[in-house]
T-cell receptor, first 114, second 113 residues
Framework: DQQVKQNSPSLSVQEGRISILNCDYT??????FLWYKKYPAEGPTFLIS?????DKNEDGRFTVFLNKSAKHLSLHIVPSQPGDSAVYFC?????????????FGSGTQLTVLP | EPEVTQTPSHQVTQMGQEVILRCVPI?????FYWYRQILGQKVEFLVS????????KSEIFDDQFSVERPDGSNFTLKIRSTKLEDSAMYFC???????????FGPGTRLTVT
């Protein structure tokens, strides 16, 4: 079951440059998308989210873009900092229902080089 | 800042033993979840809990698993008879209401030997 896919297991970026992390999904019933950051031995930390009625959401250095027709979202980090080095998970939530559970991608390890 | 807490951070148990993983969700949150991550794999949904009952469970959440919110603050996951394949990181999460984000605890590493 690969409803949420992150095809790049790793990404290296120079400090100060832009990091772009990508995520694809297959289920058109997803209505809310989230990005989480995870350090080793810690739980996922919420970063930013976007509703399916929007195509962009920005919070400081983080911007998430949603292309519903392509079933694709991306997370932009500008400028990248060494402290951003972590695993980034894309997650999606189905519309309706009371559970609102998340379906996660497999994650992308971001390394920001000083 | 309020956070989800989990205990213990690491639990080692023998196959066939019962374990209870504990979580204290954020106090004004209404939705509670358990997820797990087997080493090298995705974070997977196990169960959601709302209004004092299970609202959804995955196929992983079989009869060996149960959840409880015994006292209005703790949220527990019990595995009755652990198997080797239950070894994983178990994350608790809570959410204020349906329009908000889920916040995760630091996880419990369960090792079944």
């Amino acid at each position: 079951d690969q409803q949420v896919k992150q095809n790049s297991p790793s990404l290296s970026v120079q400090e100060g440059r832009i990091s772009i992390l990508n995520c694809d999904y297959t289920n058109s019933m997803f209505d809310y998308f989230l990005w989480y950051k995870k350090y080793p031995a810690e739980g996922p930390t919420f970063l930013i989210s976007i509703s399916s009625i929007k195509d962009k959401n920005e919070d400081g250095r983080f911007t998430v873009f949603l292309n519903k027709s392509a079933k694709h979202l991306s997370l932009h980090i500008v400028p990248s900092q060494p402290g951003d080095s972590a695993v980034y998970f894309c997650a999606a939530r189905l519309m309706g229902g009371s559970a609102r559970q998340l379906t996660f991608g497999s994650g992308t390890q971001l390394t920001v080089l000083p | 800042e309020p956070e989800v807490t989990q205990t213990p951070s690491h639990q080692v148990t023998q196959m066939g033993q019962e374990v209870i993983l504990r979580c204290v969700p954020i106090s004004n949150h209404l939705y509670f979840y358990w997820y797990r991550q087997i080493l090298g794999q995705k974070v997977e949904f196990l169960v959601s809990f709302y209004n004092n009952e299970i609202s959804e469970k995955s196929e992983i959440f079989d009869d060996q698993f149960s959840v409880e919110r015994p006292d209005g603050s703790n949220f527990t996951l019990k595995i009755r008879s652990t198997k080797l394949e239950d070894s994983a990181m178990y994350f608790c999460a809570s959410m204020r209401d349906a329009s908000y984000e889920q916040y995760f605890g630091p996880g419990t590493r369960l090792t079944v030997t």
